[in-house]
């Protein structure tokens, strides 16, 4: 039975991880939605990459590579985004290429096969261990408290940054704070779903919730309760199948979308 699979440690480590991850991808997940910003976050996944293939390289912990790395792209983007705005979905793609042909390299000059990169590739909750709870737990605390204290700040850059820069928020700080979280959600989400899926689990929950609420509490909220759903779910699917768990968690997530959009599009007619 499905639920035999509780006593397993590596069952519950995955629960935990699921339930961690869901806090940050709704949260993050509202504004990237809301403010449209998914070539953003993709081009910040694919860079991890590059941090990923050092860290195979240098042995180490591949979510430290893959937090130094998006790091610096969120870094990046914050810089050229104010200079280069009629030039950013050409810069956004070279950021994405090179954080992929980066990593490529240093795979390719580390001896032995990189059997454990096809993991943060396509991503498996399941190989979750100890270690990667608490950084995912210390990332989640992170996200979090910066949310909650530059709430007001992120709301005015979100719906209104002209009037946000006239009043002297500081607009461009508040945008490297918020990639800077975009950044380490991600690295949180590579475990669950990979790079390759990545920006699905944080869109997709997130544009369900906002078919049907208007403001951002509880876009979040409902964005929070949509991936938990559809990581849980994926997750005991994919243990009673034997399917790969990351494809199943996003099958779940698309099936709550397209559901929710038909219900939107139905429920006007009604009226």
Known sequence: MVLEALQYTFFQNALAAAFLVSIASGIIGTYIVVKRMSLVSGSIAHTVFGGLGLSYYLGTNPLLGATFFSLIAATFVTLIRKHARNRMDALLSALWSVGMATGLIFIFITEGYATDLFTFLFG????????????????????????????????????????????????????????????????????????????????????????????????????????????????????????????????????????????????????
Not at 225 to 247: H, K, Q, W
Request: aromatic share 12%.
């Open 124 to 271: 498996n909750i399941l190989l979750v261990n100890s270690s990667d709870l608490l950084l995912i737990f210390a990332l989640d605390f992170v996200v979090v408290t910066a949310t909650l204290v530059f709430y007001n700040v992120f709301m005015a850059i979100t719906f209104d940054e002209e009037s946000a820069e006239i009043r002297n928020v500081p607009v461009t700080l508040a945008y490297f704070i918020l990639f800077s979280l975009i950044a380490l959600t991600i690295v949180m989400v590579i475990k669950v779903v990979g790079i390759i899926l990545m920006i699905a689990l944080l869109t997709m929950p997130a544009a369900t919730a906002h078919l049907f609420n208007k403001t951002i509490k509880s876009i979040m909220f409902w964005a929070f309760a949509l991936t938990l759903i559809a990581t849980v779910g994926g997750l005991f699917a994919s243990f009673a199948l034997d399917f790969p768990t990351g494809p199943i968690i996003i099958l779940f997530a698309a099936a709550m979308y397209f559901g929710g959009m038909l219900v939107h599009c139905i429920r006007p007619t009604k009226q």
